[in-house]
């Protein structure tokens, strides 16, 4: 039972350092209002809310999502845990505005949504290729080519 507890705790720790990542390289909005505005300009990718978050802090996450191909989960973790994780008090509603990092939290859940994951990997291909596009145009553009 102890391995048990030990793998678990591995994969909420490596959930939680992505979280923890994201907010050290400025790819993620923390709270209801940064995250609203991340939503309506398009730019959030993963919205994820905390497991003790009120009902109206879920509805607003949903709605924010709404329409888009936005993903919105609750996550396991409390906001509590979530604060820790980012250097707050607590923290019940975050964002991820970069689309691989969000499908790295995604996977490092202990039970991950098979819609959410396949839908961030869409997007995570598709913004590599587009970046892959903007590199050979940039190289192109260098050397002289149309």
């Known amino acids: 039972m102890t391995v048990w507890i030990g793998r678990w705790r591995e994969a909420v720790d490596k959930a939680l350092n992505y979280l ?3 907010r050290k390289g400025g790819r993620v909005e923390l709270g209801e209002e940064p995250v609203g505005a991340a939503a309506r300009a398009g ?3 993963l ?7 009120g009902d109206h802090t879920w509805r607003r996450a949903k709605s924010f999502a709404a329409g888009t191909q936005q993903q919105c ?9 979530l604060g820790l994780a980012i250097g707050r008090t607590s923290l019940a509603m975050a964002a991820f505005t970069d689309a691989a990092l969000a499908l790295a ?3 490092a859940l202990e039970k991950p949504q098979a819609e959410v994951v396949e839908a961030l990997e ?4 598709r913004l590599k290729s587009r970046q ?3 590199k050979a145009h940039q190289r192109n553009v260098r050397k002289g080519k149309k």
């Open 20 to 22: 923890a990542l994201a």
């Open 43 to 45: 730019k959030a990718y």
């Open 47 to 53: 919205m994820i809310v905390a497991s003790d978050a």
């Open 73 to 81: 989960i609750r996550v396991a973790f409390t906001k509590d845990e």
């Open 105 to 107: 939290f995604v996977k």
């Open 122 to 125: 869409a997007k995570a291909k």
């Open 132 to 134: 892959q596009e903007a």
